[in-house]
T-cell receptor, first 113, second 114 residues
Framework: NAGVMQNPRHLVRRRGQEARLRCSPMKGHSHVYWYRQLPEEGLKFMVYLQKENIIDESGMPKERFSAEFPKEGPSILRIQQVVRGDSAAYFC???????????FGPGTRLTVL | AQSVTQLGSHVSVSEGALVLLRCNYSSSVPPYLFWYVQYPNQGLQLLLKYTSAATLVKGINGFEAEFKKSETSFHLTKPSAHMSDAAEYFCAVRINTGGFKTIFGAGTRLFVKA
């Protein structure tokens, strides 16, 4: 059973471009969480999704950021018009229904030039 | 509001010495508590978790943590540090009230000296 997959592992964008980060949860997991880790800081919750539904997006910036978890395919975290402050590691985690343990992916390191 | 405080952003120990990483939480309801380890440029790996069963929880790599409700603490310990334990450690709390986000502490970087 493969773990949580994230791609790309590294992403470089220029200011104003769009960044798309993908997360494939573990098999059988229908819950996905996105976290952001700024340099020298802990992880900050961004959004919690179940298939086709956003359950909690209280940690998402109000503008430029969006997330989806379609019925088929990976979960996508989309950042429009990136700025230098968006440079961070973005981690995805997944869990099965009714379980409190989250399994983390290796992360996507976004660098905005 | 729920929160996690890790005392000490950096901890340095000698190889073979006791490792103690401190974590205090605040929660209005019984929490689920976790310790994760992160090696450079990698994701988080679960060390151990407390889910209201035994208060002393044993995890991987010889680590263990004790839940003390009276002190609202969940400190991580290991009797004898190895060089391979050098990493960043995160304490986290997840509150089972219908909200599912996990709150992480700021992390403690463990250095192990030869």
């Amino acid at each position: 059973n493969a773990g949580v997959m994230q791609n790309p592992r590294h992403l470089v964008r220029r200011r104003g471009q769009e960044a798309r980060l993908r997360c494939s949860p573990m098999k059988g997991h229908s819950h996905v969480y996105w976290y952001r880790q700024l340099p020298e800081e802990g992880l900050k919750f961004m959004v919690y999704l179940q298939k086709e539904n956003i359950i909690d997006e209280s940690g998402m910036p109000k503008e430029r950021f969006s997330a989806e978890f379609p019925k088929e395919g990976p979960s996508i975290l989309r950042i429009q018009q990136v700025v230098r402050g968006d440079s961070a590691a973005y981690f995805c985690a997944s869990s099965p229904p009714g379980d409190n343990e989250q399994f983390f992916g290796p992360g996507t390191r976004l660098t905005v030039l | 509001a729920q929160s996690v405080t890790q005392l000490g952003s950096h901890v340095s120990v000698s190889e073979g010495a006791l490792v103690l990483l401190r974590c205090n939480y605040s929660s209005s309801v019984p929490p689920y508590l976790f310790w994760y380890v992160q090696y450079p440029n990698q994701g988080l790996q679960l060390l151990l978790k407390y889910t209201s069963a035994a208060t002393l929880v044993k995890g991987i790599n010889g680590f263990e943590a004790e839940f003390k409700k009276s002190e609202t603490s969940f400190h991580l310990t290991k009797p004898s540090a190895h060089m391979s334990d050098a990493a960043e450690y995160f304490c986290a709390v997840r509150i089972n009230t219908g909200g599912f986000k996990t709150i992480f502490g700021a992390g403690t970087r463990l250095f192990v000296k030869a």
